[in-house]
C-alpha cells in the first residue's frame, strides 16, 4: 500500500509538471488566455482519479504560487491568485475532483469520460467567471461573455482529447500494473 501511495504521489508531480507544460500553448485572448492548462486537469482527472487528480492540481497551483512560472505565459507568483485567472486555477481543483469522482462512482469508459470530462470543463468555467463577475464587477452577462462563451468549444475538444487520451493511457497504465483501481 506504501509503494501505491508514493507511486500515486510521485504520478501527481509528473502531472503537475505538465499541466505547467501545457499551460505554456495558449491563444491569446483580452481577458484570459485559451490554454492546454484544463485539458491537463482532464488527464490528470481521467488516469488519476478524483483524490490524486486533485492533489495535483493543489501542487500545481502551490508550485505556481511559490513564484515558479507554471502558469499561462509563464507567469507566477501568490498575485496571480488575485487575478483574472485564478477563478479557473482554484476551478482546476474541484473540476479534478468532480471528473475523477463521476468516473469512480460510474466506470472508467470513454462515454462516462467524456460526460466526465464535460462536467470539469462545467465546473472549471463557472469557478472562473464567477470570480471574473467579482473581480471585475461584471452583471452576469458581461461575465458569461468573458468567462464563458470564448472558451466553450475549444473546451469541448478539450475534454473529448482528455477522455480519450486518459481512458488509453489509463488502461495502458493498469495492464502495466503501474495504476491500480481508484480507491
Given amino acids: 500500500m506504501e509503494n501505491h501511495r508514493l507511486r500515486m504521489l510521485i504520478n501527481c508531480g509528473i502531472f503537475a509538471a505538465i499541466t505547467a507544460i501545457l499551460a505554456q500553448v495558449e491563444i491569446p485572448l483580452p481577458l484570459i488566455p485559451i490554454s492546454g492548462q484544463t485539458l491537463a486537469v482532464g488527464l490528470a482527472a481521467t488516469i488519476l482519479g478524483s483524490r490524486y487528480g486533485a492533489i495535483t492540481m493543489v501542487v500545481y497551483m502551490l508550485i505556481g504560487m511559490a513564484g515558479l512560472p507554471v502558469f499561462a505565459g509563464f507567469s507566477g507568483g501568490a498575485h496571480v491568485m488575485v487575478g483574472p485567472t ?3 486555477i482554484v ?45 471585475f464587477d461584471l452583471n452576469w452577462t458581461a461575465a458569461l461573455a468573458a468567462g464563458v462563451y470564448p472558451f466553450l468549444v475549444v473546451g469541448v475538444i478539450k475534454a473529448l482529447l482528455a477522455a480519450w487520451i486518459g481512458i488509453t493511457v489509463r488502461q495502458r497504465l493498469m495492464q502495466a500494473k503501474l495504476l491500480q483501481p481508484a480507491i
Fill in 86 to 88: 485564478a477563478g479557473y
Fill in 91 to 135: 476551478g482546476f481543483i474541484a473540476a479534478a475532483y468532480a471528473t475523477g469522482l463521476i468516473l469512480e462512482k460510474t466506470s472508467f469508459t470513454l462515454p462516462m469520460a467524456i460526460a466526465a470530462n464535460l462536467a470539469g470543463m462545467v465546473v472549471t468555467l463557472a469557478c472562473g467567471t464567477i470570480w471574473l463577475k467579482i473581480l
